[in-house]
């Protein structure tokens, strides 16, 4: 099977044919850098993407009588393309621990918060955990695979990266709040206050085509914090779970849901900065073996 460099260099290669074959000036050369950011996402979210599309489609389409239940089968799907991910090197082992230890992070999130009633699962399953059916961990590991899978496609660099120990304290916090606002003060405001003080000044610079573009982190947060809730509508109108109020007929998910992605997405991003850092410690171990540019 091909590594992830492998994949990468083939993909560049694809792209470098379509370019000579495209661009013309800088109008071109606009555009094209444009769908090749809406390719490099969509591939990105690979994972996000199939399973809700599978979401969509047992709800059309599922039939009834069938040998497992709806939720049981989207189990058994996304263990399936994950699965895939890793064996054609799309994704590496160090990443899907990532993925792994943010499934168990927000499986146990699920179970408390069906225990306090925010939102229900109304179908019934073999494969779950009290209230709360196993596919649903895989919805927080599609956050994890598109951040690791996207740092990586864009070829990520930072001006002003936070202190990972000072980003660990805010994601802990953001957890912790999750659970505690139910018994005690919620902090989301503040904790909202706080990623602007702590990645503010950051700026990531991404790569769609040749070259690096520049964008403040928390816009890139606020952007997908926003495409995960519009993801999030349509997972509800495919009544894979349910909020209060949308029993009988569905609506529209609270913007303030929004809110509460954008903070979940930064725990999934300390999480894959910390296999970065490892990974980067490793390769500066090593010895070079080509020459640098």
Not at 169 to 176: C, N
């Amino acid at each position: 099977m091909w590594t992830w460099t492998q994949w990468q260099d083939w993909l560049s290669g694809q792209r470098e044919n379509v370019r000579q074959r495209l661009v013309r000036g800088p109008v071109g050369a606009a555009f094209f850098e444009f769908l090749s950011f809406g390719i490099k996402q969509g591939w990105a979210c690979i994972f996000g993407g199939l399973l809700l599309a599978l979401i969509l489609l047992t709800h059309l389409f599922y039939p009834e009588g069938a040998p497992i239940s709806r939720y049981d089968f989207l189990v058994v799907a996304a263990v399936l393309i994950q699965i895939a991910l890793i064996a054609t090197g799309l994704e590496s082992l160090e990443e899907a621990k990532v993925i792994l230890a943010f499934h168990i992070v927000g499986t146990a999130m699920e179970v408390f918060k069906t225990g306090a009633g925010s939102w229900i699962y109304p179908e019934e399953s073999f494969l779950r955990i009290g209230g709360v059916p196993l596919f649903s961990g895989f919805m927080y590991a599609a956050v994890g695979s598109y951040l690791a899978r996207v740092w990586r496609i864009f070829d990520f660099r930072f001006d002003r990266f936070p202190p990972l120990w000072l980003q660990g304290v805010l994601a802990t916090a953001i957890y912790v709040n999750f659970f505690a606002h139910h018994y005690t003060i919620d902090i989301r405001n503040a904790l909202f206050v706080a990623t602007l003080l702590v990645y503010g000044p950051c700026v990531v610079w991404f790569r769609a085509d040749r070259d690096h573009r520049p964008m403040p982190l928390v816009i890139g947060f606020g952007l997908v914090a926003l495409f995960i809730w519009f993801a999030e509508n349509i997972g509800t109108l495919a009544r894979a779970w349910t909020y209060p109020g949308q029993e009988s007929v569905w609506k529209l998910v609270s913007p303030a849901k929004f809110g509460s992605w954008y903070l979940l997405m930064i725990i999934s991003f300390v999480l894959v900065a910390l296999i970065h850092r490892h990974r980067e410690g490793q390769d500066a171990e090593k010895p070079a073996d080509r020459e640098p540019g």
